[in-house]
T-cell receptor
Framework: GQNIDQPTEMTATEGAIVQINCTYQ??????LFWYQQHAGEAPTFLSY????GLEEKGRFSSFLSRSKGYSYLLLKELQMKDSASYLC??????????????FGAGTRLAVHP | DTEVTQTPKHLVMGMTNKKSLKCEQH?????MYWYKQKAKKPPELMFV???????INESVPSRFSPECPNSSLLNLHLHALQPEDSALYLC?????????????FGPGTRLTVT
């Protein structure tokens, strides 16, 4: 089956660092994506990992361990505007052998002053 | 241009109405997607078009009817919807279905069925 788990909610303080974890079990693996989604808006792409290790992009970093079925998104120097939902999505394989994006339920992050 | 546009932004319709949602991209992407998203839930895949052909229908009720007139346009025709169909409808595109590229999402259409 397909299963992606991430915490439902997290809170953090402005200026701090927060780590959002994601574990997955999917049929096939062709990469893991993190998206940010503000309430009522479309998801926007943050990062993509297909090999093990850390990808850094400004204040955001994403880590992947394929053997453990585990990823995390690290947000540094938190700002109020980072309050949003963070969606972990795995590109798995559907019954037709094609790539298919499977989303986790999302983690709602609230940043407080 | 890395934009996916969707119209309308908001739509209110009765259960007997017929309406259409539109999606457009000019990035040369050959895969386009419709997702449905309820509040505080992740996007759920509805349909995938690859090279203007329907390649995935995720057991979506026939009151939702997709159409891909050309490689830049994707429509979703709505007829006899139910109140539980109220949701944010997201369109997305990617270079193709097999690439490792991310999907680009449009801003969505907020649909309310009364």
């Amino acid at each position: 089956g397909q299963n992606i788990d991430q915490p439902t909610e997290m809170t953090a303080t402005e200026g701090a660092i927060v780590q959002i974890n994601c574990t997955y079990q999917t049929s096939g693996f062709n990469g893991l994506f993190w998206y940010q989604q503000h309430a009522g808006e479309a998801p926007t792409f943050l990062s993509y990992n297909v090999l093990d290790g850390l990808e850094e992009k400004g204040r955001f970093s994403s880590f992947l361990s394929r053997s453990k079925g585990y990823s995390y998104l690290l947000l540094k120097e938190l700002q109020m505007k980072d309050s949003a939902s963070y969606l972990c999505a795995v590109r798995g394989v559907d019954s037709g052998g094609y790539n298919k994006l499977i989303f986790g339920a999302g983690t709602r992050l609230a940043v407080h002053p | 241009d890395t934009e996916v546009t969707q119209t309308p932004k908001h739509l209110v319709m009765g259960m007997t109405n017929k309406k259409s949602l539109k999606c457009e991209q000019h990035m040369g992407h050959r895969a386009m997607y419709w997702y449905k998203q309820k509040a505080k839930k992740p996007p759920e895949l509805m349909f995938v078009y690859s090279y203007e052909k329907l390649s995935i229908n995720e057991s979506v009720p026939s009151r939702f009817s997709p159409e891909c007139p050309n490689s830049s346009l994707l429509n979703l025709h709505l007829h006899a919807l139910q109140p539980e169909d109220s949701a944010l409808y997201l369109c997305a595109s990617s270079p193709d279905r097999t690439s490792g590229y991310e999907q680009y999402f449009g801003p969505g259409t907020r649909l309310t069925v009364t």
